[in-house]
């Protein structure tokens, strides 16, 4: 999610790392993680051995370990209470939050403009097969990622636009989810406007610019071996059962592309540097500008659009009402006998990721119980003490450590100001060069969220794909995970640079201003 340093900073500062404890456990500090250590093993048994993806099982799991942990609490459970209202007030929870919500909206908006069967009929005149579309779409997400900055709204645009494009062209299913969060992953790690990249930069005295010409390098390595890696496992995976029905999709819908220009808009505007709320709130009006003229054209007999474009917003209500009814001339009202509620492309995009953000703001709490209790400073000192006792022992502990911390706290942006104080110190301590340190830190947190079955990125995707219709299937985030390859290759290139010293440089090698012109 795109922000402002100064957003960033306000947030650091805000969360109080490295400040006094005020929650003791019994267990001691380290007992201040178990709410985390709880819900991650609630999520393995749920995702793993049930094999059950339902994000409102987590949020019993995360609610459940909440309430488990107040027992370890030493004296008054008010501390704890009132901790658990400041992490979900943190600013880190609503920048995700937001994220899902707007690019849902704008998402929807494209699909039910017929932006999908545009993708189909322009990939059969390009020829472009089932097994190249998990490779295409790939670099197609990297690049609108890396343009917007938030790789949870590109995960939800492409999920509910690409994915099932692709699908009706044959590809392969979980190949095509996978493609879809290795390119989230691609962006968030590399994009200048992006969360990941500015909490990066910002926690380890390094500039925005010279952080994202550092690790360059290392991203490029890894989308290159992926984009192959995507080119030879489509020719091999089988394709989707459902890609029969392609020929029903491809006839007379080429009018769908014209919400190319709603995705530019949206680029264009992140890219000019407005916050990325206004971008998409643009692509949001000009995509309803395309779908209500699209239809009254249609109307009107102008053109044989063949789509059903959806209603931005419709409220049903009631005939017995005599109220209603006498708004029944209104656009968004209609009265009916049986079936009330709200539906619409606006409403629709939203709501499905409702349960998420309930998940998101509970983590985002345990994520701050473990600060106040001291649980993250206990292990940086465990980890300075017994573990990086030289420098390549001290990197390959961040790495290892951002892990970790990324498979508790699913949400990347949270995960990484979570830690980012103990990459510093370890950092610091061996005269580690901020750059470096940054593009480590980073690395991890763009990775694994797009990796692990709860994680945030993986969610989003997921809530947008079982709101595609009964005809596109869904993909379980625990048979994904194995797919993310640019997500994989990334975490283990700095894990080999870390562990053989490769890129590896210290305060005195480059200044800021040096690698800012690299």
């Not at 010279?210 to 995507?230: D, E, H, M, N, T």
């Not at 119980?369 to 649980?375: E, F, R, Y």
């Not at 709860?454 to 005809?471: D, H, I, P, Q």
């Amino acid at each position: 999610m795109a922000t402002d340093d100064s957003d960033v900073a306000d947030e650091l500062h805000d969360s109080g790392e490295g400040g006094g404890h005020d929650i003791e456990f019994y267990g001691g500090r380290i007992a201040s993680a178990m709410p985390l250590v709880l819900f991650v093993a609630w999520a393995i048994f749920q995702s793993g051995v049930l094999q059950v993806s339902d994000t409102t099982g987590l949020v019993i799991g995360m609610l459940a370990a909440l309430v488990v942990g107040m027992f370890f609490t030493k004296g008054s459970w008010a501390s704890y209470a009132n901790t658990i209202f400041e992490g979900m007030t943190q600013r880190v929870a609503a920048t995700a939050i937001v994220a899902w919500l707007w690019a849902g909206m704008f998402a929807q908006l494209l699909q039910d403009g017929g932006f999908v069967q545009g993708l189909v009929w322009a990939a059969d005149v390009a020829s472009v097969s089932g097994p190249l579309f998990p490779a295409v779409t790939f670099l197609l997400a990297a690049l609108f990622t890396t343009g917007i900055g938030t790789g949870y709204g590109g995960t939800i645009a492409f999920t509910g636009l690409f994915y099932p494009a692709g699908v009706l062209l044959g590809a392969n299913p979980v190949l095509l989810f996978g493609a879809i969060l290795s390119g989230a992953v691609f962006g968030d790690n590399l994009a200048p406007v992006s969360d990941t990249t500015i909490v990066s930069a910002v926690t380890q005295d390094a500039d925005i610019g010279g952080v994202v010409a550092s690790r360059f390098k290392y991203a490029i390595l890894a989308a290159v071996i992926a984009f192959a890696g995507y080119v030879v496992a489509g020719q091999v995976m089988p394709g989707s059962d459902v890609a029969t029905s392609a020929s029903a999709s491809l006839d007379g819908q080429p009018l769908g592309l014209v919400h190319v220009l709603s995705m530019l808009t949206v680029i264009g505007l992140a890219v000019a540097g407005r916050h990325i709320v206004e971008a998409i709130s643009w692509g949001i009006i000009v995509a309803l500008v395309f779908n209500v003229g699209s239809t009254l054209l249609a109307s009107w007999g102008v053109i044989e659009s063949g789509l059903q474009t959806a209603p931005a917003l419709l409220f049903r209500a009631p005939a017995s009402s005599g109220l209603a009814q006498s708004l029944d001339w209104l656009p968004f009202v209609l009265t009916v006998e049986e079936g009330t509620g709200v539906v619409g492309s606006l409403y629709g995009g939203a709501s499905g990721f409702f349960p998420l953000i309930v998940l998101t703001l509970l983590i985002v709490a345990g994520a701050r119980i473990m600060i106040q209790g001291g649980g993250f400073e206990a292990i940086q000192a465990f980890l300075l003490n017994r573990v990086a006792t030289n420098v390549r022992r001290a990197e390959t502990t961040m790495v290892l450590g951002t892990a970790t911390v990324n498979a508790m706290i699913t949400i990347n942006t949270a995960a990484e100001i979570a830690i980012a104080p103990y990459i510093a110190r370890i950092g610091e301590r061996f005269n580690i060069n901020g750059y470096r340190r940054a593009n480590i830190l980073d690395a991890n947190t763009s990775a694994l969220g797009y990796i692990f079955p709860w994680g945030g990125g993986v969610l989003a995707g997921y809530g947008a794909m079982r709101g595609l219709g009964e005809n596109i299937p869904v993909v379980n985030p625990i048979d994904v995970w194995p797919f993310v390859f640019h997500g994989w290759l990334l975490f283990f290139v700095f894990l080999a640079a870390a562990v053989t010293g490769y890129g590896l440089e210290y305060v005195s090698d480059r200044e800021s201003e040096e690698v800012s012109r690299a």
